[in-house]
């Protein structure tokens, strides 16, 4: 068994004991600890490699080809390394819950786990739709809602994911029919990714099936207009869902564009009308998201729409395609699931103390809570982009990665699109400092009272935070382990 | 030992326990029960052992009998899910005795047996007559299964539903079976093969005598427009029945029609084209009008009949698409795989209500609501057998699914693969509306239920199958990749 078998394995062994009778707790938060550092530890032994490693197959079928293999590049590792800490966090964040709680949350993080480390294209697909199901049931059965509102929700987010996978697998088929030429047909990433470099398709076809992949993974990532099931989703579910969903799951789509979409079909992002609407739907995301944020009366609802409106960054980086874009992209990937993380995890805790989050029945916290304070100011400053943090580096890498060709005085539309794109910096300013203040700072609102976490229940937040600063300050570390997955 | 003469051992073993229980009517159902489980169970050891080549076959039977990888799986096939029902049936004696007229359950265990040699032989058949004669022992047998919850007035209603109906397509089928004679003066599958690569042989007759004879084998698959009796019938009927009709009557009617359309669209025959046409169409409805008014019901035995409608219109599409060059399942082993991942899941599915209904539960959605406090590992199995219905990845259904479209992809029949899509689409909503219901909190202050250890044994094993084919279906590979000779060149 391999080490990236092993990091798939033990949440799901781990949520199969605790189904067994394990005490939820110990177990979850055993395996979880132990599968952070064994990611750790692939991390470290890829530093400065390149190409993918740690690869081992089992043939399941002959015709049509289809192996469990596993292999982990740059960005796989880097995204598992997302995943492991980010589960981790929301396991430990959970007080007094019953088992399905633990259980959901190994299930989302192995499924997570499963569709960054398989080099399959059908377990690639398969651990996705594995961890999609918990994520519905415990936004139905456990949500912050009424019975009927939160089971609305749950569906309306089915339908929207469940659609959108559908596309996704007609595309990947589709995908798999073209590449397999006249020979059997093969699932294997790799095969099709030599078939692809070999004989390239022509660019119109190229473009048909990015688009088609790009509907696919783009409703899973909440790409404008596919966007509405997700904010009303992160606002509903239990705080430990939203962490991974909107912290982990949510970078499968982006992650299969990067690994699967851009590598097979060079050209199709650049064909004229698929960037165009690429760059539409990802204004949208950005603009008119910036400005539903702006408008939202609550923390849960702030931070759920802001969550969708980041993705059209990570859009960006990959219309424009180029090395420093793509890396922008995968390392914004990474700083945005863990600050929502940080910020849905902070967020579940002050809904639980005050049982609001209207922003005008808050004010004043910084008094009570001094360390909930600095911690949640790292959560949306990350947010907003200030240099010092990962988000800023993700960020700037993809607006440099639009300008690689730059002419004076013709501006291509990427390039507009970027400055356009400019201005949602600002809006993130305008809504997370407005959120901040208006929690925070002023006076303490009447009748409000909330205690600082104990050091125990500081310590995930902290985890995610002090990550956030470390891979802010030192991007290389992130950088490095991507010297040619791109 | 010949396979026949386990066939025949099988039948003679339902006649003796008829007997028995008519002469000595002081056995107890346990030990008929028993004795016929024993008695399946030791042929399908039999035919585990016995050997596999045509020529083992007596030679009186050999001109209507073959033994193919096919014959050998769909007798495999049938001899597990009789005795699954056997045992079904037994497990859920005590509530269904209450609706039989003598409080007996007699002819419950000696008929699946008669069914059971019924499908073994017609999985080898080689000529319609045999496969007439076949079909009419499990028919005629499921009429009397049907209706044996006598004092329900759904369990008559749908005996009588089902025997008109049934009656009817028998004769259809005849009909059927009589133009393919007049057109192609043979009734052997390989003699049509080859009079319908003859371009003397007349078209049309031909083509109509095979459109009629797909009529009367869809009603038995339950292909739409011929699928209106399913919902009815199988929501009357006892549960081990519908579980037996869903999975091996409908087995036994797709191997019927795997070897008819061997023959119908074998290398240049003059009707092939037509009736692939023929079979997009009707492939396509069936699946949506399976699944479409499934999302509707709110009886969950209702809701597993339309779906098991739908499951035979992807099985058709399957049917249409042959061998090509990179995707070399042919499409009977598509067919078979299809199937024998579609047994664990249904079965578990119509267990999970047999025990419910035992523990005097309705088979509303509704009923399921809190089942996960209740019973969480019955919650967990059903969820399993639901989510695998579905086409839920990891799980053994979606392998079947996957490799319909993926046919239907390779041959580009984008029409009917959106069907297939639509229905697949509409068939999670249904599922999991189901599943959300039992992990529902609202009005769980209700008791636990229990159910005996073998039902758990059973029940767990068969979910292990679904997760296991689910990742490795390898072990029935050998299916999918028959090396099965085309019908023509033998």
């Known amino acids: 068994m391999s080490v990236l078998e092993l990091i798939i394995a033990l949440p799901l062994l781990a949520a199969l004991a605790i189904w067994l009778g394990a005490p939820a707790r110990a177990a979850s938060l055993g395996a979880t600890f132990i599968n952070l550092i064994l990611v750790l530890y692939t991390a470290v032994q890829y530093w400065g490699k390149t190409g993918l490693a740690f690869t081992h197959s089992r043939p399941i079928l002959e015709n049509p080809s289809l192996s469990f293999a596993v292999g982990a590049d740059g960005i796989s590792i880097i995204l598992a390394l997302l995943t ?40 690639i697909y398969a651990f996705h739709e594995l961890a999609l199901i918990p994520t519905f049931l415990m936004i139905a059965l456990h949500g912050r809602a009424e019975p009927a509102q939160r089971k609305a929700v749950a569906w309306k987010a089915t339908i929207y994911l469940g659609v959108g996978s559908l596309v996704l697998l007609a595309g990947l088929v589709w995908l798999v029919l073209e590449f397999s030429g006249g020979s059997k047909l093969t699932f294997d990433l790799e095969a099709l990714r030599s078939q692809a470099k070999l004989n390239p398709l022509p660019d119109a076809k190229q473009a048909q099936i990015f688009f088609v992949l790009l509907l696919g993974f783009g409703s899973l990532v909440s790409l404008f207009p596919f966007h509405s099931w997700a904010a009303p989703a992160y606002a509903t579910a239990p705080t430990p869902v939203a962490m991974l969903h909107s912290g982990v799951l949510k970078k499968f789509g982006l992650y299969g564009l990067i690994r699967i979409a851009l590598p097979l079909l060079p050209q199709g992002a650049h064909v004229e009308w698929v960037q165009n609407a690429l760059l539409l739907m990802l204004l949208g995301n950005i603009l008119v998201m910036g400005l ?32 420093i874009a793509l890396k922008g992209a995968v390392i914004l990937m990474f700083a945005h699931g863990i600050s929502i993380a940080l910020l849905f995890g902070l967020c579940g805790r002050m809904r639980n103390q005050l049982g609001t989050l209207e922003y005008n029945k808050l004010g004043g916290l910084a008094t009570h809570a001094p360390a909930f304070t600095v911690l949640f100011a790292f959560g949306s ?31 291509t539309n990427l390039q507009w699109t970027v400055i356009l794109a400019l201005w949602g910096v600002v809006m993130s300013a305008v ?6 203040r208006s929690i925070f700072h002023g006076s303490p609102a009447t009748g409000l009272f909330m205690i600082d976490p104990v050091f125990s229940q500081r310590v995930p937040f902290i985890m995610l935070a002090t990550t956030l600063l470390v891979t802010g300050c030192c991007p290389w570390l992130l950088l490095n382990l991507m010297k040619s997955a791109l | 030992m010949s396979v026949f003469t386990i066939e025949a051992g099988l039948a003679i073993l339902g006649l003796v326990l008829l007997l028995l229980e ?50 050998l799986f769909y007798k495999g096939f049938a001899l597990v899910i009789t005795i699954l029902v056997l045992w079904l049936t037994l497990e859920c004696a005590p509530y269904l005795t209450r609706f039989t007229v003598d409080g007996k359950l007699a002819e419950m265990f000696s008929l699946p047996l008669i069914v059971c040699a019924g499908m073994m032989w017609m999985a080898s058949a080689r000529d319609l007559v045999t496969v007439f004669v076949a079909l009419e022992l499990v028919t005629v ?27 009817l397509s028998t004769g259809v089928l005849v009909y ?177 209500l047999g025990l419910m209904r035992a523990n005097g539960l309705g088979e509303d959605i509704k009923d399921f609501a809190g089942l996960a406090k209740r019973n969480p590992l019955l919650a967990l199995l059903m969820t399993i057998s639901f989510a695998s219905l579905a086409g839920l990845p990891l799980t053994a259904g979606f392998l079947g699914k996957l490799f319909v479209f993926l046919g239907l992809a390779d041959h580009g029949y984008w029409g009917a693969m959106s069907c297939a899509v639509i229905a697949a689409a509409a068939g999670f909503y249904y599922y999991f509306k189901t599943i959300l219901a039992m992990y529902t909190t609202e009005g769980t202050d209700v008791p636990a239920l229990t159910f005996s250890g073998p039902a758990k044994a059973v029940a767990g094993a068969l979910a292990l199958v679904i997760l296991i084919l689910g990742v490795y279906p390898k072990p029935l590979q050998s299916v999918l990749t028959s090396d099965r000779p085309a019908v023509l060149a033998k």
């Open chain 2, 22 to 71: 008519a002469f000595k009517p002081d056995i107890s159902r346990r030990t008929l029960g028993l004795t016929a489980i024993a008695g399946a169970t030791l042929a399908l050891v039999l035919l585990t052992i016995a050997p596999h080549d045509s020529a083992s076959l007596p030679g009186f039977i050999q001109p209507w009998h073959q033994l193919d990888s096919l014959a």
């Open chain 2, 176 to 352: 059927g079976i009589a133009w393919i004679y007049g057109a192609t003066g043979t009734m052997s599958f390989d003699g049509i093969a080859k009079a319908l690569a003859n371009p003397a042989t007349s078209k049309t007759t031909a083509l109509f005598g095979a459109a009629v004879l797909l009529c009367g084998l869809g009603f038995k698959v339950a292909a739409a427009p011929f699928h209106m009796w399913v919902p009815d019938v199988y929501q009357g009927a006892p549960t081990p029945v519908t579980a037996f009709l869903s999975v091996g009557s409908k087995a036994a009617g797709f191997v019927v029609l795997t070897r008819a359309l061997d023959a119908f669209m074998a290398e240049g025959s003059i009707i092939g084209s037509e009736i692939q046409g023929f079979l997009l169409v009707i492939g396509s409805l069936t699946a949506l009008l399976g699944s479409l008014p499934a999302m509707f019901q709110t009886s969950v035995k209702r809701l597993l009949a339309y779906s098991s409608i739908s499951h035979a219109g992807y099985l058709l599409l399957a049917l249409a698409c042959r061998e090509s060059a990179r995707f070399d399942l042919s499409s009977g082993g598509v067919v078979a795989f299809y199937l024998a991942t579609y047994l664990p899941m249904t079965v578990l599915g119509f267990l999970g």
């Open chain 1, 292 to 323: 539903v944020t702006i408008h939202a009366s609550r923390l849960d609802n702030t931070l759920a729409n802001s969550s969708v409106m980041h993705m059209g960054y990570i859009f960006l980086g990959i219309a424009a395609g180029t090395e």
């Open chain 1, 381 to 411: 400053f990350a947010s907003i982009g200030l240099p010092g943090l990962t988000n800023f580096a993700g960020e700037v890498l993809i607006f440099l990665g639009n300008f690689t060709e730059f002419k004076a005085g013709v501006l």
């Open chain 1, 431 to 436: 809504y997370m400092l407005r959120a901040y």
């Open chain 1, 84 to 123: 492991a800490l980010v589960m981790l966090a929301a396991i430990w964040q959970i007080e007094d819950r019953p088992p399905i709680f633990y259980v959901s949350s190994l299930l989302i993080g192995g499924g997570a786990l499963g569709a960054f480390l398989t080099t399959d294209v059908f377990f």
């Open chain 2, 141 to 167: 047998s499921f009429y009397v299964l049907v209706a044996f919850a006598r004092k329900s007035a759904f369990s008559l209603e749908a005996g009588v539903k089902y025997l008109i109906l049934g009656a």
